[in-house]
Each structure stands twice: as C-alpha cells, then as structure tokens.
C-alpha cells in the first residue's frame, strides 16, 4: 500500500501539453546540488542584473556550462563569459547534465543535451514577471527547471501575454520539464512568501534552468 503510494505521488503531472511536472524528482540529490551551487557561486557570484529598460531584477543569478544568460542595458544574450569576472562560466557539474537528462527523458525528451544552466536566487518578495524564454537557437529542446529551497508559486501562462495564468506551488526537489507545444508559453514566479522556507536553505529559493542555447 505505502509503495503503491509512493508510484502515485512520483507520477508526471502534466501541466500543459508538452509541460511536465516532476514532483520530488531532485530530492536524492538535493544536498549535493546545493555544495555544488555554493561551488560555483564562488566563482562566479550571485548578482541582480539589470534589464534593458534600466530594472533591476529582484532575483539575483549566475550560471554554469559553456555560456550564461546575461541582460544589461544593450539587451539580452547568451555570454560565454562572465561580464562580472571576465572569465568563462564555470563548468557544468556532470550530477547537473545528468540530473537535467534524467528529467527530459521521463517527460519524453530523449536527446536532451544541455549545454548552459542559469542559476536564480530568490530572497523573501523576489520575483520574476511574465516572459518568454526565447533567446535559444532550437525551439525543439526542452527546458529542465529544477526547484530547491523555500516553496513558490510558479505562474504558468499561454502563447500570449494575455492568456491568464495557472498557479503551480513548486516546492524542494520538483522538477518541471517543459518544451513541445508549450516552449514559449508566458510564464513568471509570484514573489516569494514572507513565511516560506526549507530546512537546508532557510527563506532562500534556487531555481536552476537547464537549456539547450546553442
Ligand atoms: C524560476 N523559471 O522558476 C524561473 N523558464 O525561478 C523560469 O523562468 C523558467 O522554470 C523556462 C522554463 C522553466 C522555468
Ligand atoms: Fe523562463
């Protein structure tokens, strides 16, 4: 009965065709991601970027693999350096490239090979508006989202921004695998709760995002 329990809770709920969610997915390897995020930090810190339309981001990133997602006031981009140290990103961890492959491949995508994971941090009100992640060059790869840390609501919308969103609580350890008919959906993160929090990271929640940028 307990494992029966157990299947069904591990189950991919789908959250629009073509996006999955993957409840716990990450929790074997929680603790490692988290040294390994502190690792790459070290290298290349944690920093609130600022758009080009002059705001600054409320969460705070960094990045590993051959090239991070960078936006200033000349735009967005992929940089295979880092503007801040001037060096390349740090390497992607293979537990990172694994984690993200194991992910696709269950939602169905068996050829994920990525070569860039963006890093995001968010403290107590950060947030992260509608957008559209579009600055990859093949729309066929998914994106693998993996959620660590304090719980959010992750906000996930249609085609265009007007389509009204649906409500995702993500919390330690799940994973969203998203890509098919949805890759350009609009989507955001609501801002983090005054009282949300994890045992191993405190009122901090990571995100990383893996893709295929190139
Ligand atoms: C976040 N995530 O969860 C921000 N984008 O902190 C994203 O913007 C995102 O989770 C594309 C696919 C999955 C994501
Ligand atoms: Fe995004």
Same mark, same amino acid.
């Not at 990450?26 to 810190?45: C, F, G, V, Y």
């Not at 944690?46 to 409320?58: D, K, N, Y």
């Not at 993160?189 to 994890?198: E, T």
């Given at each position: 009965?307990?494992?029966?329990?157990?299947? %069904?809770?591990?189950?991919?709920?789908?959250?629009?065709?073509?996006?999955?969610?993957? @409840?716990?997915?990450?929790?074997?390897?929680?603790?490692?991601?988290?040294?390994?995020? %502190?690792?790459?930090? @070290?290298?290349?810190?944690?920093?609130?970027?600022?758009?080009?339309?002059?705001?600054?981001?409320?969460?705070?990133?960094?990045?590993?693999?051959?090239?991070?997602?960078?936006?200033?006031?000349?735009?967005?981009?992929?940089?295979?350096?880092?503007?801040?140290?001037?060096?390349?990103?740090? %390497?992607?961890?293979?537990?990172?490239?694994?984690?993200?492959?194991?992910?696709?491949?269950?939602?169905?995508?068996?050829?994920?090979?990525?070569?860039?994971?963006?890093?995001?941090?968010?403290?107590?009100?950060?947030?992260?508006?509608?957008?559209?992640?579009?600055?990859?060059?093949?729309?066929?790869?998914?994106?693998?989202?993996?959620?660590?840390?304090?719980?959010?609501?992750?906000?996930?919308?249609?085609?265009?921004?007007?389509? @009204?969103?649906?409500?995702?609580?993500?919390?330690?350890?799940?994973?969203?695998?998203?890509?098919?008919?949805?890759?350009?959906?609009?989507?955001?993160?609501?801002?983090?709760? @005054?009282?949300?929090?994890?045992?191993?990271?405190?009122?901090?929640?990571?995100?990383?995002?893996?893709?295929?940028?190139?």
């Amino acid at each position: 009965m307990q494992d029966l329990f157990a299947d %069904e809770a591990r189950k991919p709920v789908v959250m629009a065709t073509g996006a999955w969610l993957l @409840k716990g997915f990450a929790l074997m390897q929680d603790r490692q991601l988290l040294t390994q995020i %502190e690792d790459i930090a @070290k290298r290349s810190p944690f920093r609130q970027q600022v758009t080009p339309g002059g705001h600054t981001m409320s969460a705070a990133m960094t990045g590993c693999g051959v090239a991070s997602w960078v936006t200033d006031r000349r735009g967005y981009r992929y940089d295979r350096l880092d503007p801040e140290t001037g060096a390349p990103w740090p %390497e992607m961890p293979d537990t990172f490239r694994h984690l993200a492959q194991d992910a696709a491949a269950a939602a169905g995508f068996k050829s994920f090979a990525p070569d860039v994971c963006l890093i995001n941090r968010y403290t107590t009100g950060a947030r992260m508006g509608l957008h559209q992640d579009k600055d990859e060059v093949d729309f066929t790869a998914p994106i693998v989202s993996v959620s660590l840390g304090a719980e959010m609501t992750f906000l996930f919308g249609g085609p265009q921004r007007r389509d @009204k969103p649906t409500r995702w609580l993500l919390e330690h350890g799940d994973v969203v695998v998203w890509g098919g008919q949805s890759r350009l959906n609009f989507h955001g993160v609501a801002p983090l709760g @005054k009282r949300a929090s994890h045992p191993l990271t405190g009122p901090v929640r990571y995100n990383l995002t893996f893709r295929q940028a190139f």
